[in-house]
DNA sequence: AACGTAGCACTAACCGTTAGGGTTTCAAAA
DNA sequence: TTTTGAAACCCTAACGGTTAGTGCTACGTT
C-alpha cells in the first residue's frame, strides 16, 4: 500500500505538478486564451501528447483540486458525526470551502476564470459531476432515506451555493443565507424519518458485515 | 417595424432555416460527432462561414429554442397576475416546459443531447445565463423585494428543476416535488414583506437611501 | 441609375485534441 | 543478473471546430 513510491511515480507526479505549475503561471501573466497548448508544453519542456496525458483538456489544467471538492463534500455527509443532521454538516463544510475561495491567494485564479467563457463552461460541467456525486452520497445514507429526486436536488441546491456564495459581496453572510433556504427545502421532505423525540433511539449496527473494503 | 419584410431578410431567414434544418436531420440521422461542420455547409448548400454567420458554434445549431425558453420563464414572472404567488406562476410555466420537452416529438433529440459530451457542456452553460436572466427578472419586481442572492438563489433552483424533472421517471410529478421544495426555500426569504404576526425582532433598515441604480 | 452594404463564398490558417508509431526507463519476474 | 513487459515519454501528422481576410453579388435606397 504505501510502500515508498518507487523513482518512476516520482518521476510522473513531478512532471505533472511541472506542466500545471507552468501552465498557471503562463496562464495568469498573458491570459488564459492568449497561452496555447503548445506554448505550455514548450515552456514545461515536454510535448503535447504528455500534456494531455496528465490532464485531459486545457482547461482541467485550471481545475487540478476538482477531486479534493469532490471528495470532501461527500465526506461531509459519509463522515459526519451519527447524530448530526445533514445540512448543517454540508453548511459547514462548504463555509470552508467558499472562504478557502474567496479570500485565498487564490482570486486572481477565480478573475481568470470569470473572464473566460471556456472556463466558465467547463466549471458548469465539473459542478453537475460534483452534484450528482453528492446525491448519490445523500442517497446512500440510511439514516435520510429520501425520494432520489429530492436527493438529486438537495445536492444542486448545495453546490448551486458555492458558485452563489462566491460571487456575492460578502460570501460569508450569503453561505448563511443560502442555507437557510437549503434548509427549509430539505425540511419538506420528511416522509420515513423519526429525528429526534422523546427517546433517542439510537440503532445499535446489529451486523455490520461488510464495512468499506 | 412590423413592415412586409424584404426580400433579402426573408431570404436570410430561409438560408438560417435551411441551415438549422439540414442539422438537425443530419444530427439525427448519423449521430451528432459523426456529422462535421463541413458536411451540415455542403449538405444545407452553402460556404462553412455562412453556417458560422448565422449560429454561433455547432452546438448552437441543436439549441434553436434556447431564447424562447429564457423568454418563456421571464414571463412567468414578469407577466403574471397581479395577485398571483411567484412560485407557483414558475411552477406551472416549468411544468409546461418540461412536459414539452419530456413527451414531445422532441424526445430523440434530447436522447441526442444526452449522449453527447459536447452538448451537454453546452447547454449547462445556457442554464447559467438562463438562471441569471430569470433571476434579473425576480429582482426587478417591486412586489417580491428579496436579495440579490435570494433572487440568485431562487432562479437556479428553478432552472435546476427543469433538467431534474426532465430526467426523473415521472417528470411531473417531479415537477411538483421538487417545487414544493423550492416553495419552502422561498418563504424563508421574506424580509421586507408582512406575512403575518410576531415581527421576530428583525432590524428595519432605516433609511434605505440608495436602491438599485 | 448609381451607390452602399448585407449576405455569402472561398481560401488558408489557428488551435485543441488524438492517432500512430517509436524510444527510453523503470520494475519485477526468470 | 538478465530478461521482459509496460509505463512514460517523444515526434509527426492529422482531424474538426472556428476565424480572418478578401472578394463578389444581389438587394434596398437615394
Known amino acids: 500500500m504505501t510502500v515508498p513510491p518507487g523513482r518512476r511515480e516520482r518521476k510522473k507526479a513531478a512532471t505533472r505538478r511541472k506542466i500545471a505549475e507552468t ?3 503562463l496562464f495568469l501573466e498573458r491570459g488564459y486564451d492568449e497561452v496555447g497548448i503548445r506554448d505550455v508544453a514548450a515552456e514545461a519542456d515536454v510535448a503535447v501528447t504528455t500534456v494531455f496525458s496528465h490532464f485531459a483538456s486545457k482547461e482541467a489544467l485550471v481545475f487540478e483540486q476538482d477531486e479534493d471538492f469532490e471528495q470532501r463534500l461527500r465526506r461531509a455527509v459519509t463522515d459526519r458525526a451519527p447524530d448530526e443532521p ?3 454538516a454540508l453548511r459547514r ?7 478557502h475561495c474567496a479570500a485565498d491567494s487564490a482570486v486572481p485564479i477565480w478573475r481568470m ?3 473566460s467563457p471556456a472556463l466558465r463552461k467547463y466549471e458548469e460541467s465539473m459542478r453537475l459531476r460534483h452534484a450528482e456525486s453528492l446525491a448519490t452520497a445523500i442517497a446512500a445514507d440510511p439514516a435520510l432515506s429520501r425520494t432520489p429526486t429530492a436527493c438529486r436536488t438537495i445536492a444542486r441546491f448545495v453546490i448551486d451555493a458555492h458558485s452563489l456564495a ?3 459581496p460578502d460570501p460569508d453572510a450569503a453561505v448563511h443565507e ?3 433556504m437549503i434548509e427549509a427545502a430539505w425540511q419538506t421532505t420528511t416522509p420515513t424519518e423519526r429525528p429526534r423525540p422523546a427517546v433517542p433511539a439510537r440503532n445499535t449496527e446489529p451486523a455490520p458485515a461488510t464495512t468499506s473494503p
Chains 1, 2 share one sequence.
Open 86 to 88: 445533514l445540512i448543517p
Open 23 to 25: 501552465a498557471l503561471r
Open 166 to 168: 462566491r460571487e456575492a
Open 93 to 99: 463544510e462548504m463555509r470552508e470551502l467558499v472562504l
Open 178 to 180: 443560502i442555507f437557510r
Open 113 to 115: 476564470i470569470d473572464a
